[in-house]
């Protein structure tokens, strides 16, 4: 029986090593920013709120960045974030939950777990976290609209729910495309049951 599952179980040992070992490192690199006497914005968020920015401005909105805004405010220890305005209308805070990398750990844990054609990694982690980043971006731009256009009514909803679920519905599109596509293994295992019989 523990033969049956033993694949099942190097699997999630591999996951959650990989997964652990690389969140572990994260909150230690933001951690650093994070109890600095004056808290800053971690680099990787800001670049985030950059590439938000000047997404923005492809679609006509000026805008303006307020780099770690919440020293301006009384915030909670740990709260680090810098502020998007645009058309000089408060947009959005940008926070480190926000930059998109629990998610990116979330999907190259799971890929290198589960193995495959090592070229075919090669390329397709690049072009999944690629996309995790721009769908991540646009997110936050949609976000932010709702805060300039609309007031911010639903802005709830939207950030906790719905494109939450989008999100991670991404990341379980792009496991389904390495799983069965990609990484090699189906036809691999399809060849080996073909050549058995």
Known sequence: MLKEFRPTILFLIKFFGIYLS????????????DTRQDPELDPIT?????????TAGLFGYEGR?????????????EQTYDSVYLNEAYAISV?????????????LAFVIAFGGN??????????GLLF?????I???????LLNVELGGRAFHFFHKYFFTALIYLAVLFLWYLWVSKYSGRLRKKKKESTDAT
């Open 118 to 127: 090592a070229s075919a990694m090669l390329l397709f982690i690049p072009a």
């Open 65 to 77: 960045i307020v780099h770690n805004d919440h020293l301006n405010y009384a915030s909670e220890s």
């Open 132 to 136: 995790i980043h721009v769908a991540n």
């Open 138 to 144: 646009g997110r936050l731009l949609l976000l932010a």
């Open 46 to 54: 800001r670049v985030v709120t950059y590439n938000c920015t000047k």
């Open 22 to 33: 690389l969140s572990i490192a994260y909150g230690v690199f933001i951690k650093g920013y």
């Open 95 to 107: 926070e480190e939950g926000c930059n998109g990398l629990n998610i990116m750990i979330l999907f």
